[in-house]
C-alpha cells in the first residue's frame, strides 16, 4: 500500500466512528428507529465534535438509522445461521441482536480497523451474543473471499450479507466485482441487504461541496447506482430497492414509517434487500 493508499484508508475508516455517533443519538430518542445501545461506547468528544462538522456540510445521516433498521429485520426474519458485515466497522450486531452460539457472524473491514473492539464493548458491559470473526480485508481486492472461506464461512449455507456505507467508497467496477465475489458465495436462501447513492447524488450541484469536502478529507464518494434490481439481476437476485423519498412518503411495504426526523430532509440514496432464488 503506498503512503497514499494508507492515509485515504485510515480517512475512510474515521467514517466509522460518525455512524456511531449518529446509532447512539438515535438511539437516545425516545421513539428510536434502531435500537443501537452498544453504539454510545465509541462515542468520543472527537468524533462528536468530527461528526457535527461533517454533518453541518451535509452528510446524509438519515440513512444511517434506515439502513440499520432494515439490516436487522431482514436478518431476524431471514431464518440464516450466517451474516457477513462487510466495511463493519462499528457495527455491533453480533452484541445487540438476539443471536445464539451457533449463529456465525463476520465482520469484515481494512487491516486494523476492527482491533480492540470486542475489548471495547466488553468494557461497555456488552459480549458477543454469536460466534464473531473478524477478517481484515481490502474489499477492493480478490482475496478477501479466500479470508473468509478461511475464517470459516460456509457458502453451502445461506448467508445474510450486509453493506452498510460501503458502496459509497467503491467505484463502479470495484462494486460490480464485490457483487460478482458474494454471488457466487451465496447458497440458494442467501440475502443482502444494502444502501449506496443514486447516480444523481454524485452531480447534483447542490452537493459538490459536500463531495468536494469528502475528497478532501481522502474518504470521496465514487459509488453510486442507477438501478440496484437491475444491477443484481445478473447474479441470480431477486431484489426490491426504495429510495429514501419512497420509504418517506410510504411507498415501501417493506420498511416501517419513519419518524419525522428522519424524513424531513429526503436523500437520493437507495436502499435495496434482495433474496437469492
Ligand atoms: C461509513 S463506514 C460504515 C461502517 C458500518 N457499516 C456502519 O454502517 O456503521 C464505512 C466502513 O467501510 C470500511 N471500508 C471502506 N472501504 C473498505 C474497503 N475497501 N475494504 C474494507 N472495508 C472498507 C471502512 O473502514 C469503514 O469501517
Given amino acids: 500500500m503506498s503512503m497514499d493508499d494508507e492515509v485515504q484508508a485510515r480517512s475512510v475508516m474515521l467514517t466509522s466512528d460518525w455512524m456511531a455517533v449518529i446509532r447512539s443519538r438515535e438511539h437516545a430518542q425516545a421513539d428510536a428507529y434502531l435500537d443501537d445501545p452498544c453504539a454510545a461506547a465509541f462515542v468520543t468528544s472527537e468524533s462528536e465534535a468530527s461528526y457535527d462538522e461533517i454533518r453541518s456540510k451535509g452528510l446524509p445521516s438519515e440513512v444511517v438509522p ?13 431464518g440464516v445461521r450466517q451474516a457477513v458485515c462487510l466495511g463493519s466497522g462499528t457495527d455491533s450486531r453480533a452484541y445487540r441482536l438476539p443471536l445464539d452460539q451457533g449463529f456465525s457472524y463476520y465482520e469484515v473491514d481494512l487491516p486494523g480497523q476492527l482491533a480492540g473492539k470486542a475489548e471495547l464493548l466488553g468494557a461497555a458491559g456488552f459480549t458477543a451474543r ?23 464461512f460456509d457458502p453451502e ?11 459509497y467508497y467503491l467505484t463502479k467496477p470495484q462494486g460490480r466485482a464485490l457483487a460478482e465475489a458474494m454471488s457466487v458465495l451465496s447458497a440458494p436462501g442467501s440475502w443482502l ?10 452531480t447534483d450541484p447542490a452537493r459538490q461541496d ?57 436523500q437520493d440514496v437507495w436502499f435495496v434487500r434482495a433474496r437469492q432464488a
Fill in 193 to 202: 441487504t444494502f444502501d449506496g447513492p443514486h447516480d444523481r447524488f454524485l
Fill in 130 to 152: 454469536c460466534r464473531v470473526e473478524v477478517v481484515e480485508a481490502d474489499l477492493r481486492e480478490d482475496g478477501w473471499t479466500v479470508a473468509l472461506l478461511a475464517a470459516g
Fill in 66 to 78: 434506515i439502513r440499520g433498521r432494515l439490516g436487522d429485520l431482514t436478518l431476524l426474519d431471514s
Fill in 210 to 266: 459536500f463531495l468536494r469536502e469528502m475528497s478532501e478529507r481522502g474518504s470521496p464518494f465514487v459509488g453510486s447506482f442507477r438501478d440496484p434490481v437491475e444491477w443484481l439481476a445478473p447474479y441470480g437476485w431477486s431484489a426490491q430497492a426504495a429510495l429514501h423519498g419512497d420509504i418517506a412518503e410510504g411507498r415501501c411495504d417493506w420498511l416501517p414509517p419513519l419518524p419525522e426526523r428522519l424524513r424531513t430532509t429526503i
Fill in 157 to 167: 449455507q445461506p448467508v445474510h450479507w450486509i453493506a452498510e456505507g460501503l458502496f
